[in-house]
């Protein structure tokens, strides 16, 4: 027969299995751990590339020298020494690919990493009895045009566009126009210098 094992018995044997437990937790070694860290940078580079695109023309890509790439030429064409708000057309015909009220005759697209504003001025003095000048618009949240008619000329560059995001659906519309005042037959020819600069945000 199997010896009855008493309720003083059962209440032993529990004490000393708890004891045991107890012990066996004492015995596992602490965890113990150094650390050190590493800091980690993730970068893209400034980029202040655009393309302009004209009036029936393929977009053209900036350079990072001065002057940049040449785009087609626009022409200012009157019949008349005196005429005012004469606006471009991108082929000598002056019945195509011309500028109007819809159709900018520069239309930039931001295809940088970095948002920028763009500038325009001419590369040398306009002849005597020829004035320029120019307004804007753009796309984009944050994006301001110039909406005043405003003189364009080759002391300074004029701001068309500020703060032009990079997206492709973004774009920077210019309009030029030009003015005759007793301006003799004849051609005269300059160019318009176009330029990315950073946009620079006060912190």
Not at 6 to 28: D, H, N, Q, T
């Amino acid at each position: 027969m199997r010896e009855k094992i008493s309720g003083i018995g059962v209440m032993e044997m529990r004490k000393k299995a708890a004891a045991a437990v107890l012990l066996g937790l004492f015995l596992v070694p602490l965890a113990m751990a150094d650390y050190v860290y590493t800091p980690v940078t993730f970068t893209v580079a400034s980029s202040l590339a655009f393309t302009v695109t004209l009036p029936g023309q393929s977009p053209v890509s900036s350079l990072l020298t001065s002057p940049g790439t040449a785009t087609t030429t626009i022409y200012f064409n009157s019949s008349s020494m005196n005429q005012d708000n004469i606006q471009p057309c991108a082929n000598p015909d002056f019945a195509s690919n011309c500028q109007n009220e819809s159709i900018p005759i520069l239309n930039f697209t931001n295809t940088g990493t970095a948002t920028f504003n763009m500038t325009m001025r001419y590369n040398q003095s306009l002849a005597s009895g020829i004035t320029s000048a120019y307004n804007s618009s753009c796309s984009g949240g944050g994006c301001a045009g110039v909406d005043a008619m405003t003189e364009l000329d080759s002391t300074e560059w004029h701001r068309l566009c500020q703060g032009l995001a990079p997206a492709p659906n973004n774009w920077c519309a210019v309009w030029l126009y030009a003015n005759f005042t007793n301006l003799p037959a004849g051609t005269y020819t300059n160019a318009v210098l176009e330029n990315s600069t950073l946009e620079v945000v006060n912190p």
